[in-house]
């Protein structure tokens, strides 16, 4: 089994920056994809970011494009979010994932297998 802790999650200004963190335990995950995905109250969750594992290659969703940046410390077994620039339809809460099925990255979260417990960050205006 794999473990996700997120935390960094909190209240922000628009235009400000937030990192947010996502631990890793469990099973070795040389192999997996890491996304980050969030849900806004009513709202369907949504891909945001990925990384692969082994290499380091990321994926973003249209809107983090530029604006954010997904990252992965092998040594400390976490992954990172840093948030860069936020507005205020950013606000939802913001889960990581672990995908051992995925090779490239998916935006599909059913594909996930493994997912943390969620951090709220609220961007105020």
């Known amino acids: 089994q794999v473990q996700l802790v997120e935390s960094g999650g909190g209240l922000v200004e628009a235009g400000g920056s937030l990192r947010l963190s996502c631990a890793i335990s469990?099973?070795?995950?040389?192999?997996?994809?890491m996304g980050w995905f969030r849900q806004a109250p009513g709202k369907e969750r949504e891909f945001v970011a990925a990384v692969r594992w082994s290499d380091a290659v990321t994926y973003y969703s249209d809107s983090a494009k530029g604006r954010f940046t997904i990252s992965r410390d092998s040594a400390k077994n976490t992954v990172y979010l840093q948030m860069n620039s936020p507005k205020t339809e950013d606000t939802a809460v913001y889960y990581c994932?672990?995908?051992?099925?995925?090779?490239?990255?998916?935006?599909?979260?059913?594909?996930?297998?493994?997912w943390g417990q969620g951090t709220q960050v609220t961007v105020s205006s």
């Open positions: 469990g099973r070795t995950f040389s192999r997996y994809v």
């Open positions: 994932a672990a995908s051992v099925r995925v090779t490239l990255y998916s935006r599909n979260s059913a594909l996930y297998d493994y």
